[in-house]
């Protein structure tokens, strides 16, 4: 099964934009009020709380802003992440796990309403244990990430469990 997230994602550059505009506007609007002349009007905590609610904001688009793509078609697993402004031009944030079915260990699916990750556990033969791979899956929709979390474990049914 495929899934990619590239239509939801749309949204978040015209995020961005409103949330500089407001940035900005709101330093102009602080600075008109610094330097007035009038002794009623100062600048305090509650003019620069927008701004901090603002930086705030965009902070958490620019975490949760990423492209995801699935892949479970084949003998082999295909997780990405990418950022969004940039991914036409260029790769960046790039995140990626290109492995064989057989060597998916486990994975946890953690899904937080605001935020929601997968992780998962490859078998290595370098390494002892697992590697762990974090990818963020927020702007999927309920449908795609319950198809995921089903093709996952339906992976995980049919290989074999390794036996020491």
């Keep these: 099964m495929r899934f990619t997230n590239r239509n939801e994602i749309k949204v978040v550059p015209s995020i961005y934009i409103v949330l500089v505009a407001v940035f900005i506007t709101n330093i102009f609007v602080n600075i008109e009020v610094a330097l007035s002349s009038d002794s009623e009007q100062h600048l305090t905590f509650g003019h620069i709380l927008p701004n901090i609610v603002t930086l705030v904001l965009a902070l958490y688009i620019h975490r949760i802003g990423q492209t995801f793509d699935f892949d479970s078609d084949g003998e082999t697993l295909n997780f990405k992440n990418n950022g969004v402004f940039f991914s036409k031009f260029m790769e960046y944030r790039v995140k990626k796990a ?36 974090t990818f963020n899956t927020t702007f999927l929709t309920r449908k795609k990430k319950k198809g995921m979390v089903n093709a996952l474990n339906k992976v995980l049914e049919t290989t074999p469990k390794v036996t020491a």
Excluded: Q
Excluded at 111 to 133: N, Q
């Design 98 to 133: 290109e492995f064989p079915k057989r060597k998916l260990g486990k994975f946890k699916f953690v899904d937080y309403g605001i935020y929601s990750a997968l992780t998962i556990y490859i078998r290595s033969r370098r390494k002892r244990g697992f590697r762990k791979y």
